[in-house]
């Protein structure tokens, strides 16, 4: 059956295209879905005003999100959480606790649009980026800081760096070797002292 896709579809296509799809699959999931319509002559000429009017639409959303997300673009809210021992923090931030903060500094984003794939639980600096349209998106950043029991805001404590661990086995080959060329060296010292010790006995 000969369809057109009211919707994005997937692995069947795209809103707007006409497409054949087996009769079962079009009476038992997409028309009833209003997913598609059956592409009659009569369809197909009501669809193509109704597409004109809605990518007119679309591009006025387009439009007004690209605006938006131009002055969302580089914002930075700071989220102040409470920390136990290493800087553990009690609870998480989620995309409501950012999307609340954007809007104390003027920036209405819904919760939704805030690309979080699970919930912050560790305080610093966090780059995170917000879908306001099909292919329209901002980066904003999220600076979580953590206070201790006594309200005092406590450090980020940096992670120790392996570069000294290698130093120090470079050390430990270096001095291992040493004492083999020391061996090395004193051979030829025995051989003279062997040398000496044969001749004597001829004087």
């Keep these: 059956m000969r369809v057109i896709l009211t919707a994005d579809v997937d692995s069947v296509g795209k809103m707007g295209e006409i497409t054949e799809v087996k009769d079962g699959m079009a009476r038992n999931f997409l028309i009833p879905q209003k997913l598609a319509i059956r592409a009659t002559p009569g369809n197909i000429k009501v669809w193509e005003q109704k597409s004109n009017i809605i990518q007119k639409r679309e591009?006025?959303?387009r439009t007004q999100a690209q605006g938006f997300a131009?002055?969302?673009d580089g914002a930075s809210v700071t989220?102040?959480?409470?920390v136990g021992e290493e800087n553990k923090m009690f609870g998480s931030v989620t995309s409501q606790n950012i999307s609340d903060?954007?809007?104390e500094i003027g920036h209405e984003v819904s919760r939704k649009s805030i690309d979080l794939d699970s919930p912050?639980?560790?305080i610093g600096t966090h780059d995170i980026k917000v879908k306001l349209y099909q292919e329209v998106v901002a980066n904003i950043t999220v600076?979580?800081?953590g206070i201790d029991a006594n309200g005092n805001k406590v450090e980020i404590i940096p992670e120790p760096e392996p570069v000294a661990e290698v130093e120090v086995e470079a050390q430990t080959e270096e001095e291992t070797e040493a004492p083999e060329v020391e061996a090395a060296a004193s051979e030829p010292e025995q051989e003279e002292a062997s040398e000496e010790a044969e001749e004597e006995p001829k004087e």
């Design 59 to 61: 591009d006025e959303l």
């Design 70 to 72: 131009s002055n969302l």
């Design 79 to 82: 989220i102040t959480v409470k």
């Design 101 to 103: 903060s954007l809007k």
């Design 120 to 122: 912050i639980k560790e």
């Design 143 to 145: 600076e979580v800081e």
